[in-house]
């Protein structure tokens, strides 16, 4: 019953801004690693911005500067602050939890997807 939400997606001009988020149900969220990847048609799915644990977060070197992402582990949520937004943002963005245990067990879950659209 682990589920991933996200919403907050939709259309916004070249140069504006966005919020998502993505909240989570059905696992112990302050122990995940979570992360926002995209996929645009015909590319492949690349990691956008990854937040640990304990907080750390790495960022592709197209957004970075540009997004932001953040956790709330009161909330089981977490977000990316998108600003600057280009055309090339344009993609289904989805979230991702993961947590790596012993003996190689690896528990990874995914949403379904937002879509977020920049237009010129």
């Known amino acids: 019953q682990v589920r991933l939400v996200e919403s907050g997606g939709g259309l916004v001009q070249a140069g504006g801004s966005l919020t998502l988020s993505c909240g989570a149900s059905?696992?112990?969220?302050?122990?995940?690693?979570m992360a926002w990847y995209r996929q645009a048609p015909g590319k492949q799915r690349e990691l956008v911005t990854g937040i640990t644990s304990g907080s750390n977060t790495n960022y592709a070197d197209s957004v970075k500067g540009r997004f932001t992402i953040s956790r709330d582990n009161a909330k089981e949520t977490v977000y990316l602050q998108m600003n600057s937004l280009k055309s090339e943002d344009t993609a289904v963005y989805y979230c991702?939890?993961?947590?790596?245990?012993?003996?190689?067990?690896?528990?990874?879950?995914w949403g379904q997807g937002t879509q977020v659209t920049v237009s010129s």
């Open positions: 991702n939890a993961r947590y790596e245990g012993n003996w190689g067990r690896v528990y990874d879950y």
């Open positions: 059905g696992i112990t969220f302050s122990m995940y690693d």
